[in-house]
């Protein structure tokens, strides 16, 4: 966990080192934004069926439909994991035009910035200064965004409710309409209050399954607030291009081919 002020805006920083379980792996949508810097060879994010290289690194923010990710044979790098509204301070651009839109390194900050950047961190000495030096560089590049407290109020009461949240309550309880709110989300979110909403009652519902068990969808589906299975199964669909059933079918996959992993994330193997 980072020190102040980055805290409010990040959850964690990771470092990852060594060779992916699969040639590719699926990242369903979460309420969280990423960053990554590169200091191996180039990886691939494919969505809608294109694939885009990365050599420097990207940035996502909070996305609505899945990716896929590539990782050359050994791959290296650090990242970021952001809190829904957390890259915002370190964008030049509104959230929204990001939306399901990775960019790379270079685009949000520039060929030299991001040059320097990785030099820096494939010079430092191990995992810790590595991780050390990319949050002294967030401390250094963070700045003001108008909104942002109004946004992180928010969408705190929607992660409180798993998502199970009237928008219209939100934007009374802020004192603003909810065009004002919406607007604000779009900014530095990428997304509307709706929307993330959407996103953590999915999540909410996705990490309550156990894969290693019986599912009773219906009961799972009305749980997490859903009309009914039938709509549980759209969003499925929608959020992830599986349905639930060959969802879990993929996750038991995974504990057959990983026996003891523990399910702390989201990647899984694309076919």
């Not at 604000?184 to 309550?208: S, Y």
Request: with cysteine; proline share 9%; charged share 20%.
């Amino acid at each position: 966990m980072p020190r102040p002020p980055l805290n409010g805006l990040i959850d964690d920083l990771y470092f990852l080192e060594g060779t992916a379980p699969y040639p590719w792996l699926t990242l369903p949508p979460a309420p969280s934004a990423l960053l990554i810097v590169n200091l191996g060879a180039p990886f691939q994010i494919r969505s809608g069926g294109e694939a885009a290289e990365y050599a420097d690194g990207c940035v996502v923010t909070m996305p609505t439909r899945a990716y896929e990710f590539s990782y050359p044979r050994w791959t290296r790098s650090v990242g970021v994991h952001f809190k829904p509204w957390g890259a915002a301070p370190f964008l030049a651009m509104p959230a929204a035009e990001l939306c399901d839109r990775p960019v790379t390194l270079e685009q949000v900050w520039g060929r030299p910035a991001a040059a320097e950047l990785r030099d820096r961190l494939a010079a430092a000495a191990g995992p810790h200064a590595m991780l050390a030096l990319l949050e002294h560089e967030l401390t250094r590049r963070l700045r003001d965004s108008a909104g942002l407290g109004l946004v992180r109020r928010a969408s705190g009461l929607i992660a409180a409710n798993g998502g199970a949240v009237a928008i219209g309550d939100l934007s009374a309880a802020a004192g603003v309409s909810s065009t004002h709110l919406a607007q604000r989300f779009k900014e530095l979110v990428g997304v509307t209050p709706k929307r993330l909403a959407r996103i953590h009652r999915f999540a909410a519902a996705v990490f309550a399954i156990d894969p290693a068990g019986p599912v009773d969808w219906g009961e799972l589906a009305v749980r997490a607030g859903y009309f009914d299975q039938a709509h549980f199964g759209h969003e499925f669909r929608a959020f992830t291009g599986f349905t639930p059933t060959r969802y879990l079918e993929v996750r038991r996959r995974f504990l057959r081919d990983h026996p003891g992993h523990v399910f702390d994330g989201w990647p899984l193997p694309a076919d």
